[in-house]
């Protein structure tokens, strides 16, 4: 494989991140050639906008209007594709690559989150590479890590903090004091989160992220529809504040597990230890955590996002293509891939962390202390401070081990009783 | 290279770290052949005593007295090499091994920080992969990490927690208050330290480690000998108690920088940053710390030793030789290598902590003041409690940056002075 000839590259894609890696290419060629073996050389692209200054030199490279044109260009070895969106062009032109005997970089987690298993299938047919390391947690090396680096293991969870923009505002949220939408609005300002930032702090980001995770550590196909997803419009400065005082930091987490009843997948926030090392992540990084059976924990952290870490994992796929590595798309032949059986989160059992408004008059607690006996809801902290006669005021408990369908029915009762003000706030606590 | 025949492997050494590897290979035989594309098959051992019962089957395997013969066995695909110290037999067998046009895998840090260079270069020349994630940081894929997953980036500093048993001992001795002799007389008892510690409490094996991950980060020969290694002998109860009075924890850490003035290595306790990822990894742990230029920081953290997460590390080697995936030793070709001039420690400019013993009398801190200002130490923090009057009692304080021939300088005046009754007790503060 390692011939010396010049490995060229095919962007697709000129946002940011195609930029930063025409940048790094540009910068480091000595290096990477030095690495790679031969040089890695980009002799075409394609962008929706050909006019549009971006500030990068395209002098002596081939246009295309069209990625899936740019997919079968002849001068082209690899394609990388930057475009985003789960279907439409960047599809077409990932299925072109592919079926023109192509290798392909890609950091669009929606596309493999949705057809993860057959693109698989069509680069293993076709014999070509689907890297994607960009995909995932951005710069830091999280599915080498964990495909290769951990391949010995038979691997028991994965969690992380997948969705940066999520956990700035986690961040911002606890060390200003501040409420969400305030938060929300300077991130989108400062450029943190995107004008629509639904599938940011709504979770799915984090969970086209998990999907794929899941399907590496796991050997499973990729199931994002599986995924339970909740994001942190509700999560309130106040409840921010309870969990300091109980010891933990509030997280948006995907969390992957192998149990008995199939594989469970879940996106929502978490309470977790201050000192743990997700509880440790603050700002805008991302951290994956994997458990394997020999060797026990292992924590990756770094910057999720941004040009220059996206970049630089992208073109560490393509060093990997240059120098001839190659690892089936999912760690195991995609024939191999198992279709599981998905735990729906209504089989979690684990500690919760609940707060109520309540109006402040004799008998309240008492109405949701017998509630939550009734469902074998077992108290492990509880929090009431203050009074205002008449008023509402907050209620907070934690639990003991609890299953998820028992609280979940508790939470309904207690929300219909009258002295209850708002909707009950439920996050649940990890303890990793 | 995947042809689905077994490939089949030589294990050398029988302790710790060869029984988890067999243990093992045996549990995830079915896995590894999936991810692997063919199954890894143990076929002959070799140990020092035949005799001795491990608990591990080794009926059908071929037992070699010698590794070097085990090396050249015509049964054996690759060689594993668990024995263990620079030279003698893990060398001669590693050597014949890679003579024979046998990809080596070895935990062996002393051998790759004293013969790097030439096995790097006698590997290359016969084509095959010399592998060693085992060999730094236990089960973290930080090998992969760094020279893969971080290939596209110029490496501009690598540190880390690289001796779990020196962090063992100092997170004891912070939680417990004691001292450091009885921490170690504990950890000697348990099993985590060896009945001579040396290696491990004088900060050599750490030394060999970042020496190691010198080479990867920079692409520069291994060169041990320019590495400036200090213990943990001399830490006290009293200075980490301090340490945590203003916001640090002590590690022994191993730096490594590219600097204008060459290659600066060095091993030593440092003070960092409670909230740093290294100050927040505690106990047995090892987290290494990379930082590239277009990913910013990536840190790593696991388990640094012990049966499962080594065997994990060596078995992931064993799948890379399986899937035929390879790379040079120290990530660049070995003649590409740069030897590359070593920045002494006197060179190193930054904040440091110093705590003396003084007779409590009137002067004394204008003495001590007085020389300081005459090297050009400019004091940041400064404390002295209490009151014994004729009696030794601790000052404290921190500089600002300062340069290390300075404060050494001060030191050994300081040291020279009546009143300050024990050696003065320098530790450098790192603010990641």
Redesign the interface.
Known sequence: MVDGKALRIGVAGLGTVGG?VLK?LAT?GE??T????RPIQVTAVSARDRSRDRGIDLSGLRWHDNAADLAVDDGIDVLVELIGGSDGVAKQAVEAAIAAGKPVVTANKALLAHHGASLAARAEAAGVSLAY?AAVAG???AI??LR???????IREVHGILNGTCNYILTEMRTTGRDFADVLADAQRLGYAESDPSFDVDGVDAAHKLAVLTAVAF?VHVDFRSVHIEGIRHISALDIAYAQELGYRIRLLGIARRTEDGIEQRVHPCMVPI?S?IG?TDGVFNAVVAD????????????GAGE??T??????D???IA?????PTF???AS?LEVAKASPISNRRGRYYVRLMVVDRPGVIAEIAATLRDQNVSMEAFLQRGRAPGEAVPVVWTTHDTDEAAMQQALATIASLDSVTEPPRMIRIEDF
């Open positions: 930063g790094l480091h290096l990477l030095r690495r790679a073996g390391e710069g830091i090396p080498k890590g290769e680096g951990l391949a010995a293991n038979n050997g000192s090392p440790a394997g059976d020999f060797v026990d924990k292992v924590v990756l952290v770094g910057r220059g870490p970049a630089s994992a992208v073109v560490a393509l060093v990997d120098r001839g590595r190659s690892t760690g195991v032949p191999a």
